[in-house]
């Protein structure tokens, strides 16, 4: 396990494939495990072996990766399920039980007591058998406190290095998280984890305040996967850690958008645009009065700069635009203007906006030109072109899969092929990142499934005789 301060466990294989409508393949699953352990994740919960032969060839799988993260099978407090565990080679299982009057009541039907023997009588057979043990009370927010702090105490006594202070139906505010884990944490020996569901949105936020008030262990899924509306995004509680309460959790950030896309395809789920960090629009600026305070300094309208999570920022020019983000447009395409042409251009530009969705840089080119009055496309700067084959999921209409790519910037055409690809499409990119961001933005398109990527490095042209339009993927503008 990684020496950090704040260790976050992920548990995208077990509680994520509790979401609705999501199962992982066995090699999907080895995948991410790979995936997680590379980006720095110290404890991986693999799934609960029980459940199917599936899960358990994948848990078993996942055991004998010899990752770094320590491995972890999410149990019954039962033996069958302990043994079960030992044959996946596990380094750990998280023993689960509902402690709240409701789950003792309606859903086990024991007593506070029954519940106690059988965590206490678990935990030694799993510590006798060499594995490292973590309790879970579950539902522990809404278990009476006395309670909660008794079973926790004597399951930490009897071998439990790790309780889960699970918020099972995400019912908490920080404040109550807060004050809930520096009582457990002041009666109870063990380290504490935080399994926060995300009900009303809080579940960063209570992730948080239990880590400042003693939890060293944070439970997240990839892209907030799990029952309902899941559990803590691994993205954002990483950052915020970091960015907020300057606490390592060992993550490489930069390796957070692959591993959510990685999580997109398998999964079938896609993140919003307006998703924080990892997010399309996470650090784009649109209003006029945005854009120009942030080019002159990008504190002005950003929580953290982009390069934290190797990103950059994107300055959207259309409508809302002022003069000095389509100045900085115009900069950057080497179109030198002055300040009556800029405006004539800006002006322009918002009428075009009205009547037009996305504002393409062939129309700032049309609108420059129109403007000076002179051709201005030998100016602009040479531009990467990408040739991309795309292969998509069958269950998902190609031509509903292409229309959604052709809307993608840097996408200049894309063809419905047959053969080994069902779509190729040509991008266009005035540098890498931006041709990166380009691919990315298509990779996270739903329904594609994997994709190839050839860079062109020359260019030669046919005759061009009986096909006029094959001239036009070259044409760099309009
Ligand atoms: C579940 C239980 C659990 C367990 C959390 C944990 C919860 O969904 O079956 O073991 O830390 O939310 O209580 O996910
Ligand atoms: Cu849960």
């Known amino acids: 396990m990684p020496d950090s301060k704040v260790i976050i466990l992920d548990s995208t294989l077990r509680?994520?494939?509790?979401t609705p409508g999501v199962s992982f393949r066995v090699d999907e699953k080895l995948d991410i495990a790979k995936k997680l352990d590379e980006i720095g994740v110290g404890m991986i919960e693999a799934g609960s072996p029980i459940v199917s032969e599936g899960v358990k060839e994948a848990v078993k799988k996942i055991g004998k990766e010899n990752l770094k993260a320590e491995v972890i099978s999410h149990i019954r407090p039962l033996k069958n399920d302990i043994d079960l565990s030992l044959e996946c080679d596990v380094d750990r299982v998280a023993i689960f039980i509902g402690t709240s009057k409701s789950h003792?009541?309606?859903?086990?039907?024991?007593?506070?007591?029954?519940?106690?023997?059988?965590?206490?009588?678990?935990?030694?057979?799993?510590?006798?058998h060499g594995l490292k043990v973590r309790f879970t009370p579950e539902d522990a927010t809404?278990?009476?406190?006395?309670?909660?702090?008794?079973?926790?105490?004597?399951a930490s006594e009897a071998?439990?290095?790790?309780?889960?202070?699970a918020d099972t139906v995400g019912i908490m505010t920080p404040n109550q998280m807060y004050d809930l884990v520096s009582k457990i944490h002041g009666k109870v020996k063990a380290e504490l984890d935080l399994h926060c569901h995300n009900d009303l949105g809080l579940a960063v936020a209570n992730s948080l305040a239990g880590v400042q008030a003693g939890a060293t262990a944070v439970h997240t899924t990839v892209n907030g996967l799990g029952e309902r509306t899941g559990i803590a995004p691994l993205s954002e509680v990483a950052v915020a850690l970091k960015v907020l309460l300057n606490i390592d959790s060992g993550i490489k950030f930069e390796l957070l958008s692959e591993l959510s896309s990685m999580v997109e395809r398998y999964s079938g789920v896609y993140i919003s645009p307006t998703t924080p960090i990892i997010g399309s629009n996470?650090?784009?600026?649109?209003?006029?009065?945005?854009?120009?305070a942030v080019l002159v300094n990008p504190q002005t309208y950003e929580a953290f700069d982009p390069a934290l999570i190797g990103r950059g920022r994107k300055i959207i020019v259309d409508k809302y635009a002022g003069r000095h983000a389509v100045k900085a447009l115009l900069d950057e395409m080497g179109i030198n203007v002055n300040d009556d042409q800029l405006n004539q251009i800006t002006k322009e530009l918002k009428n075009l906006a009205d009547k037009k969705k996305r504002i393409e840089d062939s129309d700032i080119i049309a609108l420059s030109e129109k403007v000076?009055?002179?051709?201005?496309?030998?100016?602009?700067?040479?531009?990467?072109?990408?040739?991309?084959?795309?292969?998509?999921?069958?269950?998902i209409y190609t031509t509903n899969i292409i229309r959604r790519i052709v809307g993608i910037n840097g996408v200049s055409e894309a063809f419905e092929t047959s053969g080994d690809y069902d779509i190729i499409t040509y991008v266009q990119a005035k540098d890498v990142a931006a041709l990166n961001e380009c691919l990315e933005a298509i990779r996270n398109t739903k329904g594609v499934e994997a994709t190839t990527t050839r860079v062109v490095l020359k260019r030669f042209q046919g005759n061009g005789k009986l096909k006029e339009e094959s001239k036009k993927p070259w044409k760099l503008f309009g």
């Open 15 to 18: 509680e994520g494939e509790q």
């Open 104 to 128: 003792r009541e309606a859903k086990l039907k024991m007593s506070k007591e029954q519940i106690e023997e059988k965590v206490l009588e678990a935990i030694s057979y799993a510590r006798d």
């Open 142 to 154: 809404r278990t009476e406190t006395d309670y909660l702090l008794r079973i926790c105490r004597k």
């Open 159 to 165: 071998g439990a290095d790790r309780i889960s202070v």
């Open 282 to 292: 996470a650090f784009s600026h649109k209003a006029g009065i945005h854009t120009s």
């Open 372 to 395: 000076l009055g002179h051709k201005v496309s030998g100016e602009a700067p040479e531009l990467l072109t990408g040739i991309v084959s795309i292969k998509t999921e069958p269950h």
